[in-house]
């Protein structure tokens, strides 16, 4: 079964760091992109930031300077490490790892910063 788990998320106070994690397992063979996406409640889904296979990024305007992406293809995984976090970054963080035909999202992960 090829899936995408994802952990790392909690409560932290503003100011402060968390570090996400999602892993892809099953018959992956290679990587195309991985993102990750948030979901405040009553707001749309946005993309955070995401990278491609040979290193490009891109981020939503928000996040600039504070959250930083990366992957690890021989893990099939994708970090995203959150600095400086404020209370607008409260959401349910997913991500999202296009992998040859699949396209697998993560379970989501609920990430709440206090002010």
């Known amino acids: 079964q090829v899936q995408a788990v994802e952990s790392g998320g909690g409560l932290v106070q503003a100011g402060g760091s968390l570090r996400l994690s999602c892993a892809a397992s099953?018959?992956?063979?290679?990587?195309?992109?991985m993102k990750w996406y948030r979901q405040a409640p009553g707001k749309q889904r946005e993309l955070v930031e995401g990278i491609t296979s040979g290193g490009s990024t891109n981020y939503a305007d928000s996040v600039k300077g504070r959250f930083t992406i990366s992957g690890d293809n021989a893990k099939n995984t994708v970090y995203l490490q959150m600095n400086s976090l404020k209370p607008e970054d409260t959401a349910v963080y997913y991500c999202?790892?296009?992998?040859?035909?699949?396209?697998?999202w993560g379970q989501g992960t609920q990430v709440t910063v206090s002010s």
């Open positions: 999202n790892i296009e992998a040859g035909i699949y396209v697998l």
């Open positions: 099953g018959s992956i063979f290679s990587i195309n992109a």
